[in-house]
Nanobody
Framework: QVQLVESGGGLVQAGGSLRLSCAASGSVSSITTMGWYRQPPRKQRELVAR???????YYADSVKGRFTISRDNAKNTVYLEMNSLKPEDSAVYYCNMYLYYNLRWTDYWGQGTQVTVSS
């Protein structure tokens, strides 16, 4: 069974930095897209950053120039480096992977990690 395990969230002051990690456990054959989403309180989940595996990346306008997504394919891990954090970045952050396991491609989600940015 595949699980995505996140780490790295926490409380930080505005202007600070955090690094989120998300590792896929289990016998994963291949992973294409890796991404990060977030859900602020009382709002819908939104895409923050995504990396397709072919070197193509996407960033939400609100995080461009501040956040960087990267991946380590050998470790089945995706990272999100967050700099110059703002209070509006506060949310539960979820990692997402589209991976091949048990003879099929499926979307998997992490359990979520809380990021709180104080002003």
């Amino acid at each position: 069974q595949v699980q995505l395990v996140e780490s790295g969230g926490g409380l930080v002051q505005a202007g600070g930095s955090l690094r989120l990690s998300c590792a896929a456990s289990g016998s994963v054959s291949s992973i294409t897209t890796m991404g990060w989403y977030r859900q602020p309180p009382r709002k819908q989940r939104e895409l923050v950053a995504r990396e397709t595996g072919g070197g193509s990346t996407y960033y939400a306008d609100s995080v461009k120039g501040r956040f960087t997504i990267s991946r380590d394919n050998a470790k089945n891990t995706v990272y999100l480096e967050m700099n110059s954090l703002k209070p509006e970045d506060s949310a539960v952050y979820y990692c997402n992977m589209y991976l091949y396991y048990n003879l099929r491609w499926t979307d998997y989600w992490g359990q979520g990690t809380q990021v709180t940015v104080s002003s």
